[in-house]
C-alpha cells in the first residue's frame, strides 16, 4: 500500500502516512483488482463499503430496459465512489460501477467509520463531507450539459466547462467517442459529425480524448 499517496488524496488530508495503517485496518480496509470491463458494482446491489480507485479508473453507469448507456460520472485514482449509499447500507444501488481500465479498489467499512471515535475518524469525516459537497455541485453542472436542444450546445457546455476547471483551453477528458455521446446523451456518429464540423468553423482541435479550444471563436 502506497501511504504517502493516500496520504496526498483529498479524503486523507490532514493526516500523515505514519498514522495510516493502523487507521485503514481498524476501518476494515481491502483492495481488489478488477481488470477493464468488469463489474465493480451492479444496479441492485447493497454495500456499506466506500471505494476508493488506486489506479485505473471506473465509471458510474447507467443502462435502461433496452440496453441503453448513459454514463453519469468517472471515478480517477484518488477519488471515491458509493460513499453515499454506504451510508445507507440497506440502500439498492440505482446505478453500475464498472473498470473502463485495469482498476485497483481500496474499500472501506463506513458503519466503522461512522462509529469509531478519536480525532483521525472526525478529519476523514470532514474530509468526506467535503468530496460529497464538491460531487453535488459537479451533479449540479452535469445537468446542463444534456439540457441543450443541440448536440453542438452540449459539447460546448461540456467543453467549457472542462477548460474552466483545469484551468487551460487545452485539456484532456476521461472518455472516449463512445463514452462521451454516453455521457452527453446522443448518438455516437452524430456527435462525431458534430465534432467535425466544430473542427471545421474553427472552435476546437481534438486528438482522441484531448481538445484544444479556440475561445477566440466561441459564440
Not at 481498524?26 to 470491463?37: D, K, S, V
Not at 465512489?81 to 460501477?97: N, Q, R
Not at 467543453?159 to 463514452?179: E, G, K, M, T
Request: net charge neutral; with cysteine.
Amino acid at each position: 500500500m502506497d501511504y504517502q499517496f493516500l496520504a496526498g488524496i483529498l479524503l486523507f488530508q490532514g493526516l500523515s502516512p505514519d498514522v495510516l495503517p493502523d487507521l485503514l485496518a481498524g476501518l476494515g480496509a481491502g483492495t481488489r483488482f478488477y481488470p477493464r470491463g468488469e463489474a465493480v458494482l451492479r444496479t441492485g446491489d447493497r454495500t456499506g463499503r466506500l471505494g476508493l480507485v488506486l489506479s485505473g479508473g471506473v465509471n458510474i453507469e447507467n443502462h435502461d430496459a433496452w440496453g441503453n448507456r448513459t454514463i453519469l460520472d468517472h471515478v480517477a485514482p484518488g477519488q471515491v465512489f458509493a460513499e453515499t449509499y454506504a451510508c445507507v447500507p440497506g440502500e439498492p444501488l440505482m446505478v453500475d460501477v464498472a473498470a473502463v481500465q485495469d482498476t485497483e479498489v481500496l474499500f472501506l467499512d463506513m458503519g466503522l467509520l461512522l462509529s469509531g471515535e478519536g480525532p483521525h475518524h472526525g478529519i476523514l469525516l470532514r474530509n468526506l463531507l467535503t468530496i460529497t459537497a464538491r460531487k453535488n455541485l459537479a451533479l449540479s453542472r452535469r445537468i446542463f450539459y444534456p439540457s441543450s436542444k443541440t448536440i453542438r450546445g452540449r459539447l460546448l457546455s461540456y467543453l467549457s466547462d472542462q477548460a474552466v476547471l483545469q484551468n487551460s483551453p487545452s485539456f484532456s477528458i476521461p472518455f472516449d467517442r463512445q463514452q462521451l455521446a454516453d455521457y452527453l446523451g446522443v448518438d455516437r456518429s452524430a456527435l462525431s459529425n458534430e465534432l467535425g464540423k466544430m473542427r471545421r468553423d474553427g472552435l476546437l482541435s481534438a486528438r482522441k480524448s484531448h481538445f484544444r479550444l479556440n475561445v477566440s471563436q466561441m459564440p
